[in-house]
């Protein structure tokens, strides 16, 4: 198994995914926009409210009806507020990790044409780093930043 798992591997990519995935675990372990100034229960009401309608709603309420029916679907009930905040704290900062990588990746690839792959795997895990240490932290009414999530 460990020799399948790190075959071809050399130790400086071992590293890099180690500490992409330790990344990973320490968003398990934070929860910026669950505290104040950031009103979760606004935006839980809002869910609720949606939870049984029929109609897609309009405009930016679009993202609170689709959090309504994946919670409809799970069957997470209404009285579990922290829960559902932490859920979507997990969703949205991994779809935000992800698409930041990606897009860093996309980019500093089409900037440098012959550059190794190992660096460009590093470059986009540093400007991981840079956005959730500066930006994606109690930013919101600094950088406004808070306009990636929606």
Do not use: C
Not at 64 to 91: P, T
Not at 113 to 141: P, Q
């Amino acid at each position: 198994m460990r020799e399948r798992l790190f075959s071809g591997r050399s130790i400086e990519e071992i590293i890099f995914y180690l500490l992409f995935g330790a990344l990973l675990v320490g968003v398990l372990f934070s929860s910026p926009f669950m505290r104040y100034p950031y009103d979760i229960y606004y935006h839980l009401m809002h869910i609720d409210a949606l939870g049984g309608a029929g109609n897609i709603p309009e405009g930016r309420f679009i993202w609170h009806y689709i959090w309504a029916k994946f919670f409809d679907l799970l069957r997470v009930g209404q009285n579990e507020i922290f829960f559902r905040a932490k859920i979507i704290h997990f969703i949205q900062t991994y779809m935000a990790i992800f698409s930041i990588y990606y897009f860093s990746n996309v980019v500093i690839r089409n900037i440098f044409n012959s550059i190794d792959s190992l660096v460009l795997k590093y470059l986009s895990l540093w400007s991981i780093v840079i956005w959730l240490t500066i930006f994606a932290t109690f930013s919101m009414h600094y950088h406004l930043v808070w306009n990636l999530w929606y």
